[in-house]
């Protein structure tokens, strides 16, 4: 069992960073970051596999960066130019397989969720 542990989310303004923490309690190939807004289905905004590629909602891309520190077990999500539509819990996942999964069921372990707020 792998227990998933986030950290990092909060009230932004527009514009502003924050940058999630992931840290996890075993070994797993593949991790993303996925958030759900209230009413809406939980959506893949970025993910990271060993070895290294990624994957980007395009919501996202050229704004947000996931990254990992294998030596800490932890992965991050780097998020800069926050918009009000970025407001959501997101939900740090593990999957114990390779190779990158787009949909949650494709993951195996999963995070509390932490909240975002981009809101002036």
């Known amino acids: 069992q792998v227990q998933l542990v986030e950290s990092g989310g909060g009230l932004v303004q527009p514009g502003g960073s924050l940058r999630l923490s992931c840290a996890a309690s075993g070994r797993t190939f593949s991790r993303g970051w996925f958030r759900q807004a209230p009413g809406e289905q939980r959506e893949l905004v970025a993910a990271i596999t060993t070895p290294a590629m990624t994957y980007y909602a395009n919501s996202v891309k050229g704004r947000f960066t996931i990254s990992r520190d294998n030596a800490k077990n932890t992965v991050y999500l780097q998020m800069n130019s926050l918009k009000p539509e970025d407001t959501a819990v997101y939900y740090c996942?593990?999957?114990?397989?390779?190779?990158?999964?787009?949909?949650?069921?494709?993951?195996?372990?999963w995070g509390q969720g932490t909240q975002v707020t981009v809101s002036s």
């Open positions: 996942a593990a999957r114990i397989q390779s190779g990158l999964g787009l949909l949650p069921t494709a993951y195996d372990y």
